[in-house]
């Protein structure tokens, strides 16, 4: 599965919308992105993935540039409780084990 | 939505005793299941993939006899931890996947054990 980079922490005022960026530029045609998070203490919890196209739920935004080779999940109004770290993760298949990087850890400041 | 339910969540026990986690999906079969270790303030790491009526298959460096997994049921995988030690502690976690379904993989809450 193809690696990926994320910064090591982010801030976000309460309110704003947060954008945090993963790099995937080996990623082959047939990987998804997924993001997941864990909030402190708990398990991980699933966001959203996306193959190609921009995705959007009820939790967030997938956007995923033309060449794929990077993405950028977007909470559109940050609160307290979205305080976790976040991991951007490639799979091939829905087969794949997931292994998780270092992550994000994203800090929502009053 | 899919649920994965761990428990207990949190376990103390004592140096040399065995413990046991248990992992179920609550509202789909999972014939594969994946259990995790965490340590403060490090990621998860894989331990195991859990596979419904056969051996478990582990991770590089995990100790097939210290961490035995059982996966009897299409619902239920098992972690003992045997002759636990105090490095042992640890957050553990279980994972499942609804490949008759949703692609995400769905998990448990989580299990603090604390070997004294």
């Known amino acids: 599965d193809a690696k990926t980079t994320q910064p090591t922490s982010m801030d976000c005022a309460e309110g704003r919308a947060a954008n945090l960026p993963c790099n995937h530029s080996t990623i082959s045609g047939n990987e998804y992105v997924y993001w997941y998070r864990q909030i402190h203490s708990q398990g991980p919890q699933y966001i959203i993935h996306g193959l190609k196209n921009n995705e959007t739920n009820e939790m967030a935004s997938l956007i995923i540039t033309e060449d794929r080779k990077s993405s950028t999940l977007i909470l559109p109004h940050a609160t307290l409780r979205d305080t976790a770290v976040y991991y951007c993760?490639?799979?091939?298949?829905?087969?794949?084990?997931?292994?998780f990087g270092p992550g994000t850890s994203l800090s929502v400041i009053p | 939505g899919a649920v994965v339910s761990q428990h207990p969540s949190r376990v103390i026990c004592k140096s040399g005793t065995s413990v046991k986690i248990e992992c179920r999906s609550l509202?789909?079969?999972?014939?594969?299941m994946f259990w995790y270790r965490q340590f403060p303030k490090k990621s998860l790491m894989l331990m195991a993939t859990?596979?419904?009526?056969?051996?478990?298959?582990?991770e590089q460096g995990v100790e097939k006899d210290k961490f035995l997994i059982n996966h009897a049921s299409l619902t239920l995988s098992t972690l003992t931890v045997t002759s636990a030690h105090p490095e042992d502690s640890s957050f553990y976690i279980c994972s499942a996947r609804d490949f008759g379904g949703r692609t995400e993989a769905f998990f448990g809450q989580g299990t603090r054990l604390t070997v004294v």
């Open positions: 509202d789909f079969q999972a014939t594969t």
């Open positions: 859990s596979n419904e009526g056969s051996k478990a298959t582990y």
């Open positions: 993760i490639v799979l091939k298949t829905s087969y794949d084990k997931v292994i």
